[in-house]
């Protein structure tokens, strides 16, 4: 099964400067599976292999590889996804590879004290390809899948009623990125120890007018 | 769904964004139930596994005198090998293997993620165990038969260990 | 886009009275409302039918209420 596509756009290839075209399809279907399986997984074990033989496999080396979701069985996550009404996926497909993944939830409960107990969309995962990301390869290739997977989960939330409530912990690396330049809410860390970030209706309607 | 974005604003905010990671999601978090997946050596990078299992040991160790077990017998009911159960009592270097601690948990109607923690097995961050695992065998004396004071302090780190999970 | 179905629903006065009131509450349209009742009954069965336990836990006295389902 493969999604429809919800639109084109581009992401910035950092090696050329100029602009790819790219599909935004939901739900993520067998292909994106594939492609994590066949492309993602294997660079991510091949990392790992290469760190034990350095002697340097640590939890801390592993964040800085960003390899935290090396474990991750997600051909199981998107195939729940299907199933459930409460879950959505979405993929963001460049070059025919899968660049980036997004699963969210849609009945979550927003935790900011102006919309508390108020429905949201949930971010429960925003990964992108082991090759765009910075702390995993020092030639990343694509920028850009956060700002798209970003603007998707707020038109979702509108679509759904939630006036573009959204919710997400962010990895530390992105922190800043959620707190300055998507606006959102910084609510602390939580009992996931990971930092809580949420965007009011205000804060959607300033990120969609910038 | 329809996006309410345009392509050309995307770009635009793609081209000025700053170039960093955006990820997000529950993989932090995730990392203490990897310890199936993750390489043997990164249990040694948790700072308390050493003392958590040397509490291990002594624990599986009261617990099978609570029982009135030799080692050979639970041995045979948990069907693992008697060498591995001397080691885990005697040696708080040594790294259990994952289904000896899987049927150790299910022989003794232990949580086994309570107990792959506490093995050194899962990586974790739980510093509640930590402590509680540190108490328990600091209090835990190696006496042939259990004292009830001992037996008292078995009980409750078994509870603690079933609620942590909860 | 998803093909939508049109049903009617017979609710009571309460029903219907908390109907209103959540939706205002939670700014739904009562199909959304219901929809998001849908999305939560069905996470919580599937849970329930995995074998799990769904409880609601005190933030401060870490008490926790087991959600019963009668079967």
């Not at chain 1, 075209?21 to 990392?47: F, H």
């Not at chain 2, 990392?31 to 599986?60: C, R």
């Not at chain 2, 899962?122 to 037996?151: G, I, M, N, P, Y």
Request: aromatic content about 6%; overall charge negative; proline content about 3%.
């Amino acid at each position: 099964m493969s999604g429809s596509l919800i639109g084109t756009f581009d992401l910035l290839d950092r090696r050329t400067g100029k602009f790819v075209e790219a599909q935004l399809v939901s739900p993520a279907g067998s292909s994106n599976v594939a492609d994590i399986d066949g492309s993602w997984r294997p660079l991510m074990q091949a990392r790992i292999e290469q760190l034990r033989s350095e002697d340097r496999l640590t939890i801390g080396a592993l964040g800085e590889s960003e390899l935290q979701d090396a474990h991750w069985r997600w051909s199981e996550k998107i195939e729940m996804s299907s199933n459930r009404l409460d879950r959505q996926s979405f993929a963001i497909v460049t070059e025919g590879a899968t660049q980036g993944l997004m699963l969210v939830t849609t009945a979550g409960f927003a935790k900011e004290s102006s919309q508390h107990g108020k429905p949201l969309v949930m971010i429960d995962l925003l990964a992108t390809a082991p090759w765009n990301r910075r702390g995993f390869d020092a030639a990343p290739r694509f920028k850009g899948v956060g700002r798209i997977m970003m603007a998707a989960a707020i038109s979702l939330s509108v679509q759904e009623e939630f006036r573009g409530r959204v919710g997400l912990h962010a990895l530390p690396q992105a922190e800043a990125w959620y707190r300055d330049r998507v606006g959102m809410a910084d609510l602390g860390i939580d009992d996931t120890r990971m930092r809580y970030f949420e965007l009011t209706e205000d804060q959607a309607r300033a990120f969609l007018a910038q | 769904m329809e996006m309410l974005v345009s392509r050309d604003w995307l770009r635009r905010k793609i081209e000025s964004d700053p170039d960093t990671d955006n990820d997000a999601g529950w993989p932090i978090e995730a990392i203490e139930n990897i310890g199936m997946f993750l390489p043997s050596e990164l249990v040694s990078d948790a700072g308390n596994v050493v003392e958590l299992k040397h509490a291990f040991g002594v624990f599986i160790r009261q617990l099978r005198r609570r029982d009135q077990l030799s080692v050979e017998a639970l041995a045979e009911k948990a069907r693992v090998e008697a060498r591995e159960i001397r080691l885990i009592e005697l040696d708080p270097n040594y790294k259990p293997r994952p289904r000896t601690v899987h049927q150790l948990a299910e022989h003794f109607a232990m949580p086994p993620q309570a107990l792959m923690k506490l093995s050194g097995a899962t990586v974790t961050r739980d510093e509640a165990l930590q402590e509680e695992a540190q108490k328990f065998a600091a209090k835990s004396d190696d006496l042939s038969k259990l004292s009830r004071q001992e037996r008292q302090d078995l009980e409750g780190f078994v509870k603690f260990l079933v609620k942590s999970q909860k | 886009m998803v093909e939508k179905r049109t049903m009617t629903l017979n609710l009571s006065t309460q029903e219907m009275d908390l109907v209103d009131r959540l939706a205002d509450e939670k700014g739904l349209s009562k199909t959304a409302l219901v929809r998001q009742a849908l999305r939560l009954y069905q996470s919580i069965t599937d849970r329930i039918d995995r074998g799990e336990k769904v409880f609601f836990e005190h933030p401060a006295t870490k008490e926790k209420a087991e959600l019963m389902v009668l079967s």
